[in-house]
């Protein structure tokens, strides 16, 4: 705890930035769905014929993953986009739904009689729903809006993969880097911001209406503390379910092509060994991935010779590929781990800018977008910006002043989002599939800053030695998949949307 709270000393203007935006995301949010949602209860309770499909239509919202709903929303016009704004249409589409049920429930709660006694008093419809119905069903909307606001708290933590800012920032940023101190910086905060408005609703709840007791503590604990619970199990489930008996337990970081080379090692193990395969895919980042290798959660997964250098292993960087691969192998095999030959292809960061903007500009370099940075918007993934071979280093490289600080968000949303125009510069990969599906062009490189990324299986030295034909079919890889291979299989997955077991099935009946 010592280290989370010297960790908010240290980054407290940062902390205090992004506890606001946290803060005005579920404020907002709240304040709009009640506006939505009251009303549409008052009517759904009047009308019970059109309440069944109201409901209907608001819980089919209420199952849609946060993160999907984001996604679906980027490209979308005026409601959807970068940033702030396409979060707080997903949380006021998330809040709607509790207010509109409390607010049925609460009026019709209300006695009968007590309807009556205000229209025998001559009160028109209008006057009974504003003096008499909506206050006495206020502590039951109150308690909508307490739910309402708690998940939209827990909710506004994964609008940091769009760039909303937000806690998330922290809870994002420490999972790519498997930092539990930045994890628990960003959790906690979210938690106890969800404590709080829960606290003072139901606060404000009891006083309304001293017979109406609270309902279930339990549940709405959970609630709150649902963001630090999401954090710890996503850092566990790369450590999860250790094999059993004879299995070879391949692993993936979270992105298309690293599923379909995870994929790839399963199949070729399966078919060419005879070994099972328990796939652990979409894990998520480097560091992940390469914990779980090292603990031997995961028996191989593929790794990019330039990301160990200096991700993983803290390395200077170079630009000659052999003593990178030669750096990266010998590191690998102090920790009892082996770096197969290369599979053929080097992945290296590619700059992307928008194919109309590369020809009406005539950009060609990284050099060339230089004069365009200071009123352009950069977008960069979260392990992109805080790690060495990254946006700082590139920045200081090429000279790139951008006029705000580039927005972090989830890598393959960040293809649509330069597509869509809410950013204008990416950091992509350069075998992605979207770059020809969304028509982006990439710049080079021309001051060589990138290391080279050799794509390479790297296994756990004791698995192999155990199973020397899964060795043998794992080499059978090595150089036969070309940069083009690997683009064409990206883009059938991301584009084309065809399953991927079938498209490295037809691209493994190819090799032989």
Known sequence: MSAVITFWIAHRTELAALLGQHVILVVASTVV?????????????????????????????????SLAMFGFLLPVPLVGGVGARAALVVLILYGVLPIVRTTIAGLRAIEPSIREA????????????????????????????????????GSATIAAAIGAGGLGEYIYRGLSMVDTTVILAGAIPAAALALLVDASLLWLERQLSARRRWRSRRSTVAAAVAVLVAAIVLLSSAAAARRTGDTIVVGSKNFTEQIVLGELLSQIIERDAGVPVDRRLNLGGTIICDRALLTGDIDVYVEYTGTALAAVFHQPISN???????????????TGRTLLPPLGFNNTFAILVRGNDARSLGLKTIDDARKEAPHWRAGFGYEFVGRPDGYAGLAQTYGLRFPAPPRAMDLTLSYRALASGQVDLIAGDATAGLIKGLDLFQLEDNRNYFPPYDAAAVA???TL?????????????SGRISAADMRAMNYAADVEHRDIPAIVGEFLARLH
């Not at 000659?320 to 102090?334: K, L, P, W």
């Not at 899964?470 to 890889?477: F, K, N, P, Q, T």
Request: hydrophobic content about 50%.
């Open 460 to 462: 756990r030295a004791e």
């Open 320 to 334: 000659d590929s052999s003593a990178v691969f030669s750096t990266v192998r010998e590191h690998y095999a102090r």
């Open 33 to 65: 769905a009640t506006a939505i949602g009251v009303p549409l209860g008052v009517f759904a309770s009047r009308r019970p014929r059109l309440a069944a499909p109201l409901m209907a239509a608001a819980s089919i919202v209420q199952t849609v993953p």
């Open 118 to 153: 205000g229209m025998a008093m001559g009160m028109t419809p209008r006057e009974l729903l504003r003096q008499v119905e909506l206050p006495l069903a206020l502590p039951s909307i109150i308690a909508g809006v307490r739910v309402a606001a708690v998940v939209g708290v």
């Open 465 to 477: 030695l155990r199973y020397p034909r899964v060795r043998a079919a794992l080499e059978r890889l």
